[in-house]
């Protein structure tokens, strides 16, 4: 068996009155998440680590910022595009583990409904699905909600 990991990260600055993406679902809060695309920026973390773990380069390099095709699109569809290339060299996921670094709004609750639709995606059981909260202390730009981050580590297998 090949066994290769792979992970990503990724930032998005946050604004005041837009909706926020996160995980595949909107979640409610004052705060959005400001990108070319719905800004998700925990599956664009997570399309990093598969990219990686597969030598597929990094998800900029498929799916353009300045890509009008990509305006808006919905960061599922990417993530969905990314398994595609996955599958396509001969794997499938192992498992992943992310954390997603955000003062508010609280994250803890919404994060079963965000496995559930990252697990439909990769193909995988809901337990293979890791997501943590964690928050910034209040410090630095992610501390005082300016931006919110997420780290992704994953295992794939073929
Ligand atoms: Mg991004």
Request: with cysteine; glycine share 8%.
């Amino acid at each position: 068996m090949n066994i290769r990991i792979g992970y990503g990260i990724d930032v998005h600055r946050l604004e005041v009155g837009i909706p926020l993406f996160l995980g595949g679902i909107q979640i409610e809060s004052d705060l959005g998440a400001v990108g070319h695309s719905d800004a998700d920026v925990l599956l664009h973390a997570i399309c990093d680590a598969l990219l990686g773990a597969a030598n597929l380069r990094d998800i900029g390099y498929h799916f353009s910022d300045t890509d009008p095709q990509f305006k808006g699109i919905d960061s599922k569809i990417l993530l969905d595009r990314v398994m595609k290339l996955v599958i396509d060299k001969g794997y499938s996921v192992g498992n992943i583990d992310c954390t997603v670094i955000m003062e508010r709004p609280k994250l803890n609750p919404h994060i079963p409904e965000m496995q559930e639709v990252i697990a439909k995606i990769l193909k995988v059981d809901f337990d293979a699905v890791s997501i943590k909260a964690s928050t910034h202390e209040k410090v630095d730009s992610f501390g005082e909600s300016r931006a919110v981050k997420a780290y992704a580590a994953c295992l794939i297998t073929s």
